[in-house]
């Protein structure tokens, strides 16, 4: 059975199928402990029936395993008034969580 979920976190919402790595806002937990999230929507692709929550499912759960805290890559923000001579440069780096989905219930 093929399971598709829609959860919610940092204020996001993320598709995700068991076994799949995905990048998420920085969550403040040590690497290889076990978190659940809030499902949204379970689904199963090959029977296409689909329970959606108001606003959670009861008592669906999805696991997920803290793979990876990190930083992206710097971007450089850059702020200019013409005609005034001020320009300003900075960079930032976004924090991120790396989680592998372990399961998902229904």
């Not at 068991?18 to 692709?45: N, P």
């Not at 696991?63 to 008034?81: H, L, M, S, T, Y």
């Not at 013409?82 to 924090?95: D, E, I, L, W």
């Amino acid at each position: 059975m093929a399971t598709i979920a829609v959860i919610k976190t940092g204020g996001k919402q993320y598709k995700v199928k068991e076994g799949e790595v995905i990048k998420i806002e920085k969550l403040d937990q040590d690497v290889g402990s076990k978190i659940d999230f809030e499902v949204l929507l379970v689904a199963d692709t090959q029977s296409g029936e689909a329970q959606v929550g108001t606003p959670e499912v009861k008592g669906a759960k999805v696991e997920a395993e803290i793979v990876e805290q990190g930083r992206d890559p710097k971007i450089k923000v850059v702020k200019f008034k013409p005609k005034t001579r001020y320009k300003r440069t900075y960079g930032h780096r976004q924090p991120y969580t790396k989680v592998k989905i372990l399961k998902i219930t229904a």
